[in-house]
């Protein structure tokens, strides 16, 4: 089972609305996806809550010594994906989440204080010697602000694409309970989550394998 991290202690940068929107891209791919909510605020256990489909499945974990065993069980239940929505604090219950994780997402919308707010994230992932990318996230749709957030975040490591672009289908399918290529399929909005949904997967089965690898040739 792969398991992805949003993290990062800016609040409203888009974590939940992307784990949802990821969750079920992946799910329409095919794959067995759970969600694990690491935030009391509860956003995707109330979008789970409006949903009329019963998966993904949401396990809400409170502690940080709950998510070891939701993951033990995810996996023997079959779940190929796990993707876990953090609270916007650098607390006990993220730093675990980032350990677990084989990717750490960082999303942050283009402006100074995203990208900021983004380094004590970037230093944790980095001390638990985690992978991650950033997404850029909430991206102007038209004019020249991008290439500045884009430049500093790829300067500060890698930059997943495609960006994604402030949009309200993003808020509409949140509302309704839906993932955004559910909500509105022929949408752009959709389009940018299918794509990161592309990009993501491969280098999460890829990179993965090859960490495996090395550390298989390690081990002989
Ligand atoms: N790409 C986007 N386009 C338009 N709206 C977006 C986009 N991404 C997120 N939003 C909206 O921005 C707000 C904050 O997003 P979200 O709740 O996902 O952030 P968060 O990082 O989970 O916040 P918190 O730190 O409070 O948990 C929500 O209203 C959400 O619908
Ligand atoms: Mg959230």
Redesign the pocket.
């Known amino acids: 089972m792969y398991i992805l991290a949003l993290v ?1 202690q ?9 784990s949802v929107g990821l969750a079920v891209a992946a799910m329409q791919r095919g794959e067995r996806v759970a969600l694990i909510e690491a ?1 009391a ?1 509860g ?1 995707i256990s109330r979008w789970k809550g409006r949903r009329e489909k019963p998966y993904p499945r949401v396990d809400c974990v409170t502690d940080p010594s709950e998510i070891e065993p939701v993951i033990s069980r995810l996996k023997a239940e079959g779940v190929w994906l796990a993707i876990i ?1 953090t ?2 604090t650098n607390n006990a219950l993220a730093t675990r989440a980032i350990a677990s994780a084989d990717l750490c997402l960082i ?1 942050a919308r283009p402006s100074p204080a995203d990208i900021e707010a983004a380094i004590p994230t970037l230093i944790a992932t980095r001390r638990l010697d985690r992978r991650f990318a950033f997404i850029l ?2 991206a102007p749709t038209r004019g020249g602000r991008l290439s500045e957030a884009a430049t500093s975040l790829n300067s500060l490591g890698l930059l997943a694409l495609p960006f ?5 289908d ?2 509409d399918a ?1 509302g309704a309970g839906l993932g955004v290529t559910e909500y509105a399929p022929e949408g752009k ?1 959709s389009e940018e989550i299918a794509a990161l949904w592309g990009w993501i997967s491969e280098r999460l089965i890829v990179e993965s394998n090859d960490h495996g690898q090395a550390a298989l040739k390690t081990a002989c």
């Open positions: 990062t800016k609040g409203g940068s888009g974590k939940s609305t992307l935030d605020q956003t929505d609270a916007a999303p996230n909430q994604i672009g402030q949009r309200n993003h808020q949140l909005a």
